[in-house]
């Protein structure tokens, strides 16, 4: 167990930043509720599962709404203590501990701002380590364990409790209402045993974030040799650098659908494509996959190592785009069938970044 | 307290397709669907909330969906006895009996059905007394009484618990549900005690509903003088005979949507235009409101009085314009906000046809 310190939470909103790939809406908006929180209910303490009675209640707390909605619309709060509430009044049970389902954009670290509130430690695992468009993403499913029951309120107060047959009914009714709740909600979810998470959840990924965080922090620093321990630590590679050509951002459906398109800086006769779904999807070199989800994509700004999420985007930006490999929890049977490329439609196969020649 | 019998069935069917006002789904397949229930669990009994205890509890069972749905795909079944179960095993109460929500169309007969699987009586009252295309649309909602608790099953067994500020806002998140649920589902709302359907609900609907379709069969029978019978019973007129000359039907944003065009059988320059938004909802002559929400606008057929609904209309059909004023329940503060034209998008009055010359 240890207290999560400001520090932290400045180096895991950048390691968000960049575990979002592009995605799950800004970890600053998160890292504000988790100040706010912590300076109104106290310190938030991190906890392996072998610290909490392994029969413990565990639920997951999260936002979900498509990004571009969320700059307009931040989330205002009382809605994911709801959720949590809600669905542990659903269960009759009281929880042990709050759970991230993703530890990558905003969804790491509203978890922290429920838990101060709820007076509950957080859980150092997660279920995707990045961010993914849909709920049923997660290695949870890949275990069979449900989202459902699964518990979504708004900012008015409405609550809705799901209990579907598969978790992609349980996505597919939750975005319906999102959009009916003002593109915006607080989501509980997964609920299930501490035993469970240590079984089945991806572990250490909240220190993960927070170390990660700390490397590229060294990066914007300009310390030397910081890029290379950065990749290194990530196990990561430079597949590109370039311009920013064209961009097309378009809001459907509930999701943030997209395509950038990058030149190299020094053979402009290279170019990248990167296809985005709330997320950094796929990035395509004449037409061939280079970065495959769920291999995370990273877009990072060429001169001072910022990352560049697919609202910060802009013509003529000049990136660098990165390539980090899954949590190796993905790596198992199933896998390519929930979050591989023709999941989302993209006639491509998966092709692992890790231990390629960058 | 009696039992309905098969002739009951049959009149009540006839009665409710009336009652439907054009849409509510089609009753005979809800009739199917209670001959069928009461032929394998015994008879239903209609009753009076005199004769239950006062704090027992009653809850609606109802199908959501678009009628142009209903034809290709009728209910299943298992849907209606599953959102009742699953809303008071939320509220952790045996209902006492079932109600109609509307006594109109196809939701006239499920509870039926539903009510019989349960060994369950049926309470004789609704709180609409006609079809309207939102659950919000109730007498209910104007007694304050909430559709929510609400439960929302769909075929496969998927269970949605909706719990709202407003019953405006459990409408539009069970309307997105059915969406993705298929375009239909069963849902179970507005649970109350039998005080509360004695004091707010439209008294004896059902047993008006059996008595209305009598009286329409006697005129489908050639019976003489049966006519002007009918519409002295239902204190109804006949404002308009002639030939549908134009028709535009559309299924938009889960609901059946259209216009008719009728033109008058002695004098072509008269034209009566109706539009529908699941039900007919406003009849309109050289643009002046002729028949106006909520009162019912009832299409006949001219040769053989058989009620014309909004999936049935067709070019050349020969046709009476039957205006019917709704319950009297209906007439309380709050009416024209919830049910009246402009809730609807017309820019008209109410004008009651109750009292009117023909």
Not at 56 to 72: C, D, K
């Amino acid at each position: 167990m240890r207290e999560l310190n400001l520090a932290d939470l400045d180096d895991m909103a950048l390691g968000a930043t960049l575990l979002g790939a592009g995605g799950g809406g800004d970890p600053y908006i998160g890292r504000l509720m988790a100040v706010q929180a912590i300076e109104t209910y106290g310190a938030v303490q991190i906890v392996e599962p072998s610290e909490l009675d392994p029969d413990g209640l565990v639920v997951t707390v999260a936002g979900i709404g498509a990004p571009t909605v969320l700059i307009e619309k931040p989330p205002a709060g009382p809605e994911f203590v709801g959720a949590a509430l809600a669905l542990a009044k659903y269960l009759g049970k009281e929880p042990v501990a709050i759970m991230p389902i993703e530890v990558g954009g905003l969804n790491t670290l509203i978890p922290l701002a429920a838990a101060a509130e709820m007076g509950l430690p957080v859980i150092d695992a997660d279920s995707m380590r990045r961010a993914f468009p849909q709920i049923e993403m997660t290695t949870f499913t890949l275990a069979g364990i449900t989202a459902s029951p699964m518990s979504m309120v708004d900012i008015n107060g409405n609550v809705v409790i799901i209990s579907t047959t598969t978790n992609q009914v349980a996505e597919k009714l939750a975005r319906a209402l999102m959009i009916e709740m003002g593109m915006g909600a607080g989501i509980s979810l997964y609920s299930m045993s501490v035993a469970e998470v240590a079984k089945h959840g991806i572990q250490g990924s909240m220190s993960y974030c927070v170390d990660l965080g700390r490397k590229l922090s060294a990066v914007q620093r300009g310390e030397h040799g910081a890029f290379d321990k950065f990749l290194d630590f990530a196990e990561g590679k430079r597949v590109f650098s370039g311009k920013i050509i064209d961009l097309d951002r378009r809001t459907t459906a509930g999701f943030a659908r997209g395509t950038v398109v990058i030149e190299h800086l020094e053979d402009p006769t290279r170019i990248m494509r990167i296809e985005i779904q709330n997320e950094f999807l796929m990035a395509f070199e004449d037409g061939k996959p280079i970065i495959t989800t769920p291999d995370l994509i990273c877009i990072l700004d060429h001169e001072n190592a910022g990352p560049i999420t697919t609202e910060t985007l802009a013509f003529g930006q000049r990136v660098d785009v990165v390539g980090l490999p899954c949590a190796p929890e993905w790596h198992q049977p199933g896998m390519l069938e929930l979050v591989g490329p023709r999941v989302f439609g993209y006639d491509a196969e998966y092709r692992s970044i890790k231990g390629r020649n960058a």
